[in-house]
């Protein structure tokens, strides 16, 4: 598969051009990057209103992914997101009518800025099963009893932080037969169309969804893809540029651009054969840490998640130890570590991450209180009013009752204690203090 926007811009940088446009540095090499640094000069394209290079690329992507059309990101999948919920609202907004979107409650904070920024209100759903703030396993049946008349999308982030991944095939025949949209947060399954079967959203029916090229594949920090599904309102393809750029930067890095234009060829040139091994790999190597006697929760391919309290450590215990021995981890807290793996990984790198485990010994488990865990809170205030009114930053303890201005995570995506708007209750102010949280921004009175 080509590579036109690489193979332009590393033309132009031997060039011997001078440079009299932006960026400031020339192409002078001061971090090492610089030459290949560049604007929207002639050739280069332009990312919201492609006609050339960029338009190629993005076809090329669109292939590989099976969808309508996938569109650039140089901004992550945060402009993806505000971009997919601007799209889905828009025919949903009559006369006054504030927009609801139903959506898990595990979702990012660039979710919640978007609904503050679109003026959208929100139908949480929360999990039953009450096992970690960054897990939200929602059911089809859970979705569609949920669904009424004033929803106009349903907003779904799978995997989660700790790899579970929903039942998107089943959430999107509810939502067809519903007659609205399913959005997917799929910013951890970028890789997700190229297992046998498809697990990608677009493949089991989502109508969009955007994914975090940077955090499963080899692309620069930042790039991302927002997918229109073929089957979608034809609308959503038509306008996804407008709403992107309604959103982002007129002046997209051209070093992402790049690294996502790279990234097809690299898909297509024996990706599913080296990320199969690769699974193979870190399924042994999930099976050598539960026989030392360690937990391993079930996960999507790529991650490895260790359950650490039920061996008599903490995660952050066990983040330290495997930084001791040159290990650096994805997430831990006082329960829980997530290591993240790709075909990148250097056999040494598995190598290590077994010689670790095989010489710590689990011990009795710590048990925490499972009543800790966030309840449906009283909504006081709009999304958007929270967000945009003056607010100031409080102690916890002085917080209880106050009007939450900011969310407040332990690590996006997660179950925010408390959303922007909601009232700050007794036992939200425990939580906050078992994830060690001292500050949260509230509403001025």
Same mark, same amino acid.
């Given at each position: 598969?080509?590579?036109?926007?690489?193979?332009?811009?590393?033309?132009?940088?031997?060039?011997?051009? +001078?440079?009299?446009?932006?960026?400031?540095?020339?192409?002078?090499?001061?971090?090492?990057?610089?030459?290949?640094?560049?604007?929207?000069?002639?050739?280069?394209?332009?990312?919201?209103?492609?006609? /050339?290079?960029?338009?190629?690329? $993005?076809?090329?992507?669109?292939?590989?992914? =099976?969808?309508?059309?996938?569109?650039?990101?140089?901004?992550?999948?945060?402009?993806?997101?505000?971009?997919?919920?601007?799209?889905?609202?828009? /025919?949903?907004?009559?006369?006054?009518?504030?927009?609801?979107?139903?959506?898990?409650?595990?979702?990012?904070?660039?979710?919640?800025?978007? &609904?503050?920024?679109?003026?959208?209100?929100?139908?949480?759903?929360?999990?039953?099963?009450?096992?970690?703030? &960054?897990?939200?396993?929602?059911?089809?049946?859970?979705?569609?009893?949920?669904?009424?008349?004033?929803?106009?999308?349903?907003?779904?982030?799978?995997?989660?932080?700790?790899? +579970?991944?929903?039942?998107?095939?089943?959430?999107?025949?509810?939502?067809?037969?519903?007659?609205?949209?399913?959005?997917?947060?799929? @910013?951890?399954?970028?890789?997700?169309?190229?297992?046998?079967?498809?697990?990608?959203?677009?493949?089991?029916?989502?109508?969009?969804?955007?994914?975090?090229?940077?955090?499963?594949?080899?692309?620069?920090? =930042? =790039?991302?893809?927002?997918?229109? !599904?073929?089957?979608?309102? !034809?609308?959503?393809? !038509?306008?996804?540029?407008? %709403?992107?750029?309604?959103?982002?930067? *007129?002046?997209?890095?051209?070093?992402?651009?790049?690294?996502?234009?790279?990234?097809?060829?690299?898909?297509?040139?024996?990706?599913?054969?080296?990320?199969? $091994?690769?699974?193979?790999?870190?399924?042994?190597?999930?099976?050598?840490?539960?026989?030392?006697?360690?937990?391993?929760?079930?996960?999507?391919?790529?991650?490895? *998640?260790?359950?650490? %309290?039920?061996?008599?450590?903490? /995660?952050?215990?066990?983040?330290?130890?495997?930084?001791?021995?040159?290990?650096?981890?994805?997430?831990?807290?006082? !329960?829980?570590?997530?290591?993240?793996?790709?075909?990148?990984?250097?056999?040494?790198?598995?190598?290590?991450?077994?010689?670790?485990?095989? @010489?710590?010994?689990?011990?009795?488990?710590?048990?925490?209180?499972? /009543?800790?865990?966030?309840?449906?809170?009283?909504?006081?205030?709009?999304?958007?009013? @929270?967000?945009?009114?003056?607010?100031?930053?409080?102690?916890?303890?002085? %917080?209880?009752?106050?009007? &939450? @201005?900011?969310? *407040?995570?332990? &690590?996006?995506?997660?179950?925010?204690?408390?959303?922007?708007?909601?009232?700050?209750?007794?036992?939200?102010?425990?939580?906050?203090?078992?994830?060690?949280?001292?500050?949260?921004?509230?509403?001025?009175?």
């Amino acid at each position: 598969m080509n590579t036109p926007i690489l193979d332009f811009v590393k033309k132009y940088a031997t060039g011997d051009i +001078s440079r009299f446009h932006m960026p400031g540095h020339k192409g002078k090499d001061f971090i090492g990057c610089e030459r290949l640094d560049i604007t929207e000069i002639c050739g280069a394209d332009v990312l919201y209103s492609p006609d /050339g290079i960029i338009a190629e690329s $993005e076809d090329n992507a669109t292939r590989l992914f =099976g969808s309508g059309h996938t569109f650039y990101s140089a901004e992550g999948s945060s402009l993806c997101i505000k971009a997919m919920l601007y799209l889905a609202s828009i /025919g949903a907004r009559n006369g006054k009518k504030r927009p609801t979107v139903l959506a898990s409650r595990n979702a990012h904070k660039s979710f919640i800025y978007a &609904c503050a920024l679109l003026d959208l209100d929100v139908k949480w759903l929360y999990p039953k099963e009450k096992k970690h703030l &960054c897990s939200c396993n929602i059911s089809a049946r859970e979705v569609e009893d949920a669904i009424s008349d004033d929803i106009f999308a349903v907003y779904v982030t799978s995997p989660d932080y700790l790899g +579970s991944i929903a039942d998107i095939s089943g959430i999107s025949s509810v939502c067809k037969r519903k007659g609205i949209p399913l959005l997917v947060d799929n @910013a951890h399954g970028a890789y997700l169309g190229f297992l046998s079967p498809s697990l990608h959203p677009i493949a089991l029916g989502a109508d969009m969804c955007c994914d975090s090229a940077h955090k499963t594949l080899p692309v620069l920090t =930042g =790039g991302a893809y927002l997918h229109v !599904s073929s089957s979608a309102d !034809s609308f959503y393809i !038509s306008e996804a540029r407008s %709403a992107l750029s309604l959103f982002a930067s *007129t002046s997209p890095s051209y070093l992402i651009l790049q690294s996502l234009d790279r990234c097809n060829a690299y898909l297509s040139d024996g990706y599913r054969d080296r990320l199969s $091994e690769c699974i193979e790999h870190i399924n042994e190597i999930k099976a050598f840490i539960s026989k030392t006697g360690f937990y391993v929760e079930r996960s999507e391919p790529l991650k490895i *998640t260790v359950n650490a %309290a039920r061996s008599g450590y903490t /995660g952050d215990e066990l983040s330290d130890i495997l930084r001791n021995d040159r290990i650096e981890c994805e997430f831990s807290d006082d !329960s829980l570590l997530v290591l993240m793996i790709t075909p990148e990984n250097r056999d040494k790198d598995l190598k290590r991450l077994k010689d670790v485990f095989s @010489a710590l010994t689990p011990k009795p488990a710590i048990i925490y209180d499972s /009543g800790l865990f966030p309840e449906e809170a009283e909504s006081v205030m709009t999304v958007r009013e @929270a967000v945009l009114a003056r607010s100031e930053t409080v102690s916890v303890n002085d %917080a209880m009752g106050r009007i &939450c @201005a900011s969310p *407040t995570v332990s &690590c996006p995506p997660a179950i925010p204690i408390v959303v922007s708007g909601e009232r700050i209750s007794p036992k939200a102010v425990e939580i906050f203090k078992r994830y060690k949280i001292e500050k949260i921004k509230v509403v001025s009175t």
